[in-house]
């Protein structure tokens, strides 16, 4: 069914430590990966993506690994900052060329101490 | 450049009662979708337009509908509001609608109350 799930509601990091956010997903069929931020009261921000033919992609500071296997993905971001602090979702597509559609997991909060 | 832009921002509105929301997608951009998001939850997607034509429909009842008019601007109407339509209702806008256009543009949306 559709089902993009986070493992941990909220993460607490120290600043300059990295931190990693964990999506599982259930349907097999999904092929392309998204990680959006969100910051209190405004819409989400895209940062990385990953289509199901890759393992690993790098942005600025963040890296998403995906494991087809188990049905995983991972944020990684390096030196986390303060400004960090925001909710992170992990979305999917599948099916048909509408990629308008994204499948969004209930989100990660993720809390930058200084 | 400007973004997304929605309006209103907050609006307050009792049960019953009918609602139209308003995005203006990012200059070049054909495609325009809707998702709610309940407090505390992901954002769930309602619909998509793509040359004026819905091109995608999510799981909502028919008191939800949409359309986008020809300078791919957006209304989302949702007639005898409930309780539980109280979201943050989210537009977002993209060049098309083929695959790997993931890079959803949202805006900031526009925060319904039903009481």
């Known amino acids: 069914g559709e089902n993009v799930g986070l493992h941990l509601p909220t993460l607490s990091v120290q600043e300059g430590d990295n931190s990693i956010i964990n999506c599982a997903y259930s349907n097999s069929a999904s092929d392309y990966f998204i990680w959006y931020k969100q910051e209190s009261g405004k819409g989400p921000q895209f940062i990385i993506d990953?289509?199901?033919?890759?393992d690993k992609r790098q942005g600025q500071r963040v890296t998403v690994l995906l494991n087809k296997t188990v049905k995983h993905l991972s944020l990684q971001i390096a030196a986390t900052q303060p400004g960090d602090s925001a909710v992170y979702f992990c979305a999917e597509t599948r099916g048909s060329s509408n990629t308008g559609k994204l499948i969004f997991g209930q989100g990660t909060t993720l809390q930058v101490k200084p | 450049d400007a973004g997304v832009t929605q309006s209103p921002t907050h609006l307050i509105k009792t049960r019953g009662q009918h609602v139209t929301l308003r995005c203006s997608p990012i200059s070049g951009h054909k495609s325009v979708s809707w998702y709610q998001q309940v407090l505390g939850q992901g954002p769930q997607f309602i619909f998509q337009y793509y040359e004026k034509e819905e091109r995608g429909r999510g799981n909502f009842p028919d008191r939800f509908s949409a359309r986008q008019f020809p300078n791919y601007s957006s209304e989302l109407n949702v007639n005898a509001l409930l309780l539980g339509d109280s979201a943050l209702y989210l537009c977002?806008?993209?060049?098309?609608?083929?695959?790997?256009?993931?890079?959803?543009?949202f805006g900031e949306g526009s925060r319904l109350t039903v009481l």
């Open positions: 977002a806008s993209s060049p098309g609608q083929g695959r790997g256009t993931g890079e959803l543009f």
């Open positions: 990953i289509r199901s033919n890759m």
